[in-house]
Nanobody, 123 residues
Framework: QVQLVESGGGLVQAGGPLRLSCAAS????????MGWFRQAPGKEREFVAA????????YYADSVKGRFTISRDNAKNTVYLRMNSLQPEDTAVYYC????????????????WGQGTQVTVSS
């Protein structure tokens, strides 16, 4: 089992950057696929990005490709989401997730979840 704690959310102006962090507990962090989801007000939670256990395979939602970058530091049990060129439509609660495969993670099957961190982008 793994516990996840996100940080780094906040208020940012449109066009600006922000980096989210997710610290994971547990000695098996490196064996998990890690990812980020988000949920905007009045909308369903949606997949944002995922990263394989070794960091070699990355997956992004079309809406964030070229702007967001997911990375991980297995020595620190931490996964990051670097967000550039933020837009008001990126405003959401961002959730960190851990899972056993990117396939299942994107379908929200058997994911572990963090509590979420709010990102607000002002126009």
């Amino acid at each position: 089992q793994v516990q996840l704690v996100e940080s780094g959310g906040g208020l940012v102006q449109a066009g600006g950057p922000l980096r989210l962090s997710c610290a994971a507990s547990g000695r098996t962090f490196s064996s998990y696929v890690m990812g980020w989801f988000r949920q905007a007000p009045g909308k369903e939670r949606e997949f944002v990005a995922a990263l394989g256990w070794c960091g070699g395979s990355t997956y992004y939602a079309d809406s964030v490709k070229g702007r967001f970058t997911i990375s991980r530091d297995n020595a620190k049990n931490t996964v990051y989401l670097r967000m550039n060129s933020l837009q008001p439509e990126d405003t959401a609660v961002y959730y960190c997730a851990a899972g056993t495969s990117a396939f299942n993670m994107r379908r929200e099957r058997n994911n572990y979840w963090g509590q979420g961190t709010q990102v607000t982008v002002s126009s």
